[in-house]
């Protein structure tokens, strides 16, 4: 099949599931190689703030946004280009950030009348006209992930755990990100669990194969390296960067700083 190959400057990216979902790895590996690939990029992980909240609820969303583009950025992005959603809850709880023609890409295993029901919709909104305007690819990501590790040893609940890596490497295929880095990372991350190792790999690949072979996704983006200036760059965090900033401020003054909690 042949496929199109789309130039794009920037993307907002936004990245969405069950706090139990793997959301914040799942974005954190896509800045990696995001990273590596050279374009500049800003991030916003979105933690829930209930501690413990039911799966599939509202209050225990958990998101992860990565803005990155060709050229010099300096926010994460105020509305994704692009939602991925891994249950009703995280499509409910972000669908309002999104503008009209942004692309939503929604794993349907969970939308069944009870979890609909559990966050207020009285109808599924892939079928009732809600999501007119955007466009949308209604894939049951849980199940694809069950049939790529049928033949593994993992029970059906610990297979489905790994669909966080098939969205990854869904999202590597559509964005042109290398994925040498991801599989390394899953192979020492699990050293020690090689099953767990062996599930996330086929899932990440078979996702990324997904993204090669399926007639749905007949697009694929590219967003070249960013002109940056010479130099050494590292990932860090906001905290990271203020305790810097704190040390940086210390020893340039001459004063002592107070470090507490």
């Not at 199109?4 to 706090?19: K, M, T």
């Not at 916003?44 to 990565?66: D, K």
């Not at 509305?79 to 249950?87: E, F, G, S, T």
Request: aromatic fraction near 8%; proline fraction near 5%.
């Amino acid at each position: 099949m042949t496929k199109n190959l789309q130039q794009l400057d920037r993307v907002v990216i936004r990245i969405a599931g069950d706090s139990g979902d793997g959301m914040q790895l799942t974005g954190d590996r896509f800045t990696q190689e995001t990273a590596l690939f050279g374009n500049d990029l800003a991030t916003f992980p979105n933690f829930p703030a209930e501690i413990r909240a039911p799966q599939g609820t509202l209050a225990g969303v958990s998101s992860f946004q990565l803005h990155f583009a060709d050229h010099d950025i300096l926010t994460p992005g105020d509305r994704p280009d692009v939602l991925v959603a891994m249950n009703p809850a995280a499509l409910k709880a972000n669908l309002a950030d999104l503008p009209k023609g942004a692309t939503l890409i929604v794993d349907t295993h969970d939308f069944t009348t009870r979890a609909l029901a559990r966050i207020g919709w009285g109808s599924n909104p892939l079928e009732d006209g809600t999501l007119e305007g955007f466009h949308v690819h209604a894939v049951d990501l849980t199940q694809m992930t069950l049939d790529a590790l049928e033949n593994t040893a993992l029970s059906r609940k610990d297979a489905g755990r790994s669909k966080n890596m098939f969205a990854l490497g869904l999202l590597c295929w559509m964005y042109s990100r290398p994925t040498e880095g991801t599989l390394a990372f899953i192979a020492r991350k699990f050293a020690a669990q090689p099953e767990i190792a062996e599930a996330n790999t086929v899932a990440f690949k078979a996702g990324y194969h997904f993204g090669e072979t399926t007639e749905a996704f007949a697009v694929s983006y590219e967003i070249k390296p960013a002109r940056l200036h010479a130099g050494t760059y590292r990932n860090i965090t906001g905290n990271t960067a203020l305790a810097y900033g704190l040390i940086a401020a210390s020893r340039r003054s001459g004063r002592p700083l107070f470090l507490g909690a």
